[in-house]
T-cell receptor, first 110, second 115 residues
């Protein structure tokens, strides 16, 4: 069966520091991969999606970036975090249907 | 691009009553409509979905209906229980020829079921 791993679960980072969140999927090949962000009490905003290695589409302009160095690995990065980057970051995968989410990373920028 | 609107934003019902959450979408190319349940502090979990070639789908106490002409779809929960309390999200996805889906979510509905 397919599983998705996302880490870390929580993260507190100072403003201006870099960020790297990693997500890996097991049990499937060539999944579509997504990064979503959820502000406190809000909905899910699609940040990036990827249909294959090295293929990244950005949905919103921001100081975040994403990379897919391997088929089942998706990384969310930032060179310098802003206070507004705080939120709940969710990685997800899909093949032909609904997206399945990782456990999420709660990021607090201080 | 696709835009999904979800109503109501909050819903409070008594245990045993029914709950209905409605969503509308803008992109007529959308053909896949999942619903997610998110408990506090947890990840969203897929609970039911429907494709555009189907008008209704049921799974025990939950059902979804889709009206493609009007571009709206709904989640129905019958015989609600306190453990149904959560935030529910609808989503819509156009499926291009490449086969991938890009889910666009509604803003969510916070459902509270009171004993």
């Amino acid at each position: 069966s397919q599983t998705i791993h996302q880490w870390p679960a929580t993260l507190v980072q100072p403003v201006g520091s870099p960020l790297s969140l990693e997500c890996t999927v097991e049990g499937t090949s060539n999944p579509n991969l997504y990064w979503y962000r959820q502000a406190a009490g809000r909905g899910l905003q699609l940040l990036f999606y990827s249909v294959g290695i090295g293929q990244i589409s950005s949905e919103v302009p921001q100081n975040l970036s994403a990379s897919r160095p391997q088929d089942r690995q998706f990384i969310l990065s930032s060179k310098k975090l802003l206070l507004s980057d705080s939120g709940f970051y969710l990685c997800a995968w899909s093949v032909k249907g609904g997206a399945f989410f990782g456990q999420g990373t709660r990021l607090t920028v201080v | 691009g696709e835009n999904v609107e979800q109503h109501p934003s909050t819903l409070s019902v008594q245990e045993g009553d029914s709950a209905v959450i409605k969503c509308t979408y803008s992109d007529s190319a959308s053909n896949y409509f999942p619903w997610y349940k998110q408990e506090l502090g947890k990840r969203p979990q897929l609970i039911i979905d429907i494709r555009s070639n189907v008008g209704e789908k049921k799974d025990q106490r939950i059902a979804v209906t889709l009206n493609k002409t009007a571009k709206h779809f709904s989640l129905h929960i019958t015989e609600t229980q306190p453990e149904d309390s959560a935030v529910y999200f609808c989503a819509a996805s156009p499926t291009p020829s490449g086969g991938y889906n890009k889910l666009i979510f509604g803003a969510g509905t916070r459902l509270a079921v009171h004993p």
